[in-house]
Nanobody, 118 residues
Framework: QVQLVESGGGLVQAGGSLRLSCAAS????????MDWWRQAPGKEREFVAR??????????DYADSVKGRFTISRDNAKNTVYLQMNNLEPEDTAVYYC?????????WGQGTQVTVSS
């Protein structure tokens, strides 16, 4: 069982920045595909960003709505994945969830609230 603990959420004004962190309790962390998802009130959970691999083999994917504003990264030595969010918009307000996936195993964090005021 992988434990995922998110942190870094909060209240920020539009145009501001936040950095989310997700710490994993798994020594094989580098093998996991790590995602960030978000869920706004009354809406379905949606994909935000994904990171696979490590070092020179790292690949990333982003939802169109966050491309150019958000950056996902990972530090395998710290078993942590990050989401740097810049130029935040009120539409980015949601609970942000960290997700880990490896073959048939999938795990979710408890979520962290991000609120962007206009």
């Amino acid at each position: 069982q992988v434990q995922l603990v998110e942190s870094g959420g909060g209240l920020v004004q539009a145009g501001g920045s936040l950095r989310l962190s997700c710490a994993a309790s798994e020594r094989t962390f580098s093998m996991y595909v790590m995602d960030w998802w978000r869920q706004a009130p009354g809406k379905e959970r949606e994909f935000v960003a994904r990171i696979r691999g490590s070092g020179s083999g790292t690949t990333t994917d982003y939802a169109d709505s966050v491309k150019g504003r958000f950056t996902i990264s990972r530090d395998n030595a710290k078993n942590t994945v990050y989401l740097q969010m810049n130029n935040l918009e009120p539409e980015d307000t949601a609970v942000y969830y960290c997700h880990a996936n490896l073959l048939d195993s999938t795990f979710w964090g408890q979520g962290t609230q991000v609120t962007v005021s206009s």
